[in-house]
Every structure is written in C-alpha cells, then in structure tokens.
C-alpha cells in the first residue's frame, strides 16, 4: 500500500471517529465535537462537507469564530458570493477587522474582479490573489493557501486547521511547491506541524532558517536533527558553518571533523576544501601539528599549502617547507609572501642564490601592493 493511500485511510478513520462522536455526545461536547469535525474536513480539503457542519455551528453557537471559517471555506470551494455575504458582516461587526477585511477583500477579488483591501496589503499579495484559481487547488494548496501570502497576518483560529493534518505527504506537496518561491510560508507550516519533527522536517527547517537568515533558528533545526541521525553531513555542514561564525571552533570541531571523515577520494569541490583547511587550522592551534599538515595537503588551497609551509619552517623541515611554499605559488603566483618565506627557507639550506631571486620577487610583488594592488 502506498504512503498517499494509508494516509487517506488515516484521514478517513479520522474522521468516522469524529462523526461517531457528533451522534453521540450531547450539548456542549457535541459542539466542541462538530467543532474538530469541521476544522478536520476544512483542513483535509473537504470543504464542501466541513461548510455543513460549518452551518450547524453557526445556528447553534453564536459568535464570529465558525461565520470566519465558513466564509474561508466557502472561498476555497469556489462559492465566492455566498463568501463577500457571509464576510461582509463580519467585518461590519467587527468595525473592519484585519483579519476578516483580508479575506473579505480574496472573496471580491474571487468573484466580483476588484476588491477593498485592507491597509497594509502588499502589491506582490494582491497580485499573487488576483492570479489564483480556487477551484483548481490541491488538498495542500487549500490547506495553507493562507500561508501562502507575505503579508498575510498571524491568525491562531486559521493556523490550528493544521494541528489536524494527518496527511504528511500532502504536507510535503505543499513544502515541495513553495519552498523556493516562498521559502517564508513553507518554514512557517514546518513550524506549526503537531507532534515532534521528522529527520527530513529537520532538513527543511534548517535549510530554509539559513536562506532566511534565521540562524539561530537554522542551528537549532540542525542540532535537533542531528539527535536524531548523526549522519546526516547536511546538518553537519550548518552546525559546522554557525558554530564557526559565532568565534566557537571548539563547538564546530566535532561538526568540521565528521564532514572531514566523511569525504571520500580526491576533494574537487570548493565548499569541501574549505572545510577541511578549516579544521586543518584548528589542529593547529590544539598543537597537533602532524594531523594539520595531512590536512592541510589534503586541502591543497594555496592558504592551506601556505599554512603547511610555515608549519614545516618552525619543525626545521626546510624541505617540507620549500615544497610547500611552491605548491602555494603554484596555485596564486602574486602571493608576496610565499616568496618572502620560500626565500627564507632556500636560504636555510645554503641555496643563496636561489633565495635571492624569491626575495626580489616578493619585493616586486611588494611594490606592486603598495601602489594599490592587493595581492594578498
């Protein structure tokens, strides 16, 4: 059986064990009953049944609660008129609501062409409601198409529809499709999901926390994740990358060394040799000077090979020294500096003129970085 198959049967479980309920109960536990039996249906994209029991309430319980999320629903199943009339006096009653006069304003846009929008609305949300085709929406479209606006304000009575999503792979249609347009919506449904996070929940929410610049928020998705499967080199990355521009190599230094073990074969990609140049300089500084050198040649950055090079000259290894000095100059012929100390090694070893010549170079070099150009 398929992952969308078992979760409909659980949603359809879900909701007999609702139904059996509203026949059973009476007075206000039955309301409270049909209550969770209309937020099931509603957020479960079953909004045609979800408005019946949407009507029931309304007769039986005053208030704007259950005329709010009729009028929602109706939207969402293409009732547009029936929606502005049910909205419009809410938003009488309630002397122009931000909430109400938002979906107000998506139920004329929906039906009439033109709309009275709130203040604050943004131009990218009217266009994004203007372009909408309700009733061609999926099940996880018409779930969280009020996450799917920017500007779209915090509404708790909305947002608990999803504390009754049993359907996790209509969840994830929905991460699918908006995590690049609308990173912001999809972090936000991740965050509002009951019960503890999944592994690749995790994933997510560490992913899109960094794109949007919510590292503490990113850290914390991926050491939660990373208590979970120690595995996943992805979180390792994040924590590795966060702990480090904190000023905190000691907290990065786990993350940087299973990244680092995990590499397989020759390191061909930037972001790799970064990481491991990195956690090459830590071993420096914990005076493992043996462990830093394999990794700084493994690295083989002309920093690293630079690095490897001063290391060698403060062990007396001349040779190692020179060999690395050129490595470096190799791979950035303008760095000064690798000439000044290559000169110096050469010169260790009684091979004057050789030194000489690296030490007119780094002074040419020199020349030309002080008249502007930075070569270092």
């Not at 609660?65 to 939207?75: H, K, N, S, T």
């Not at 009732?79 to 002397?95: F, N, P, T, Y």
């Not at 009733?135 to 799917?148: E, F, S, V």
Request: net charge neutral.
């Amino acid at each position: 059986m398929s992952s969308m198959v078992r979760a409909a049967s659980a949603v359809d479980t879900l909701i007999s064990h609702l139904e059996a309920d509203v026949k059973q109960l009476r007075g206000n536990e039955r309301t409270m009953a049909r209550g969770r039996l209309a937020l099931t249906l509603d957020a479960n994209g079953r909004a045609e049944r979800a408005i019946k029991h949407y009507q029931r309430l309304i007769r039986t319980h005053e208030g704007w609660r259950w005329r709010y999320l009729m009028g929602v629903a109706l939207i969402q199943s293409g009732q547009s008129k029936e929606a502005v009339r049910i909205l419009r006096r809410l938003v009488d009653q309630s002397s122009g609501g931000w909430i109400e006069s938002f979906w107000l304003a998506v139920a004329q846009q929906s039906f009439q062409g033109e709309a009275l929008w709130p203040e604050g609305v943004s131009k990218k949300t009217k266009a994004q409601i203007a372009d909408l085709n309700w009733g061609l929406l999926t099940n996880a479209q018409r779930l969280t198409i009020h996450w799917g606006f920017e500007a779209y304000p915090p509404d708790p009575i909305l947002d608990r529809r999803i504390g009754y999503v049993r359907d996790e792979p209509t969840v994830a249609e929905y991460i699918r499709l908006v995590r690049d347009s609308r990173p912001k919506s999809a972090l936000r449904i991740l965050s509002s999901l009951p019960g503890d996070p999944t592994l690749s929940q995790f994933v997510d929410m560490a992913s899109l926390s960094l794109e949007l610049d919510l590292n503490a928020r990113a850290l914390d998705a991926a050491l939660a994740g990373l208590a979970i499967s120690d595995d996943e080199i992805f979180l390792h990355r994040i924590a590795a990358r966060l702990f480090s521009e904190r000023g905190r190599d000691d907290l990065a230094y786990v993350h940087l060394t299973r990244i680092v073990n995990s590499l397989r074969g020759e390191i061909t990609s930037d972001a790799d040799r970064s990481v491991v140049e990195q956690l090459g300089l830590i071993e420096v500084r914990n005076g493992r000077q043996q462990v830093a050198l394999e990794l700084l040649r493994r690295a083989d950055t002309w920093t690293s090979a630079f690095q490897a090079g001063l290391i060698e000259g403060t062990r007396l290894n001349y040779r190692g020294a020179i060999s690395s000095f050129e490595r470096a100059i190799a791979l950035n012929p303008i760095c000064e500096r690798c000439f000044f100390f290559l000169g110096q090694s050469l010169g260790e070893l009684g091979q004057f003129e050789a030194a000489r010549e690296a030490i007119r170079q780094s002074q040419a070099l020199k020349g030309l970085d002080e008249k502007g150009q930075d070569h270092w």
